[in-house]
């Protein structure tokens, strides 16, 4: 069973930074998709960032220039760099990983909050 576990999260100002990681429970290296979405209330889960294995990374544009993704293989980690936040980036972030025609894995979310 595959296991997700997310960190990093807090309460920063607007222009502030921090990085997100997501520790998976085996080798990143067999997932197809690897990335963050976040769901902020009373809206819809949305992409914000994904690693496309063998394909590259996937930004949503509200996030291009800001956020960065990257992965350690040697720590079954992914990363999500996120700099100049702004107040509408206040979410609940997950992890998600994509394995085949599995359903999708996820993690239990870490909370953003980017104060005015």
């Known amino acids: 069973q595959v296991q997700l576990v997310e960190s990093g999260g807090g309460l920063v100002q607007a222009g502030g930074s921090l990085r997100l990681s997501c520790a998976a429970s085996g080798s990143i290296f067999m997932f197809n998709v690897m990335g963050w979405y976040r769901q902020a209330p009373g809206k819809q889960r949305e992409l914000v960032a994904v690693i496309i294995r063998g394909a590259g990374t996937n930004y949503a544009d509200s996030v291009k220039g800001r956020f960065t993704i990257s992965g350690d293989n040697t720590k079954n980690t992914v990363y999500l760099q996120m700099n100049s936040l702004k107040p509408e980036d206040t979410a609940v972030y997950y992890c998600?990983?994509?394995?085949?025609?599995?359903?999708?894995?996820w993690g239990q979310g870490t909370q953003v909050t980017v104060s005015s």
């Open positions: 998600n990983a994509q394995l085949g025609s599995r359903p999708d894995y």
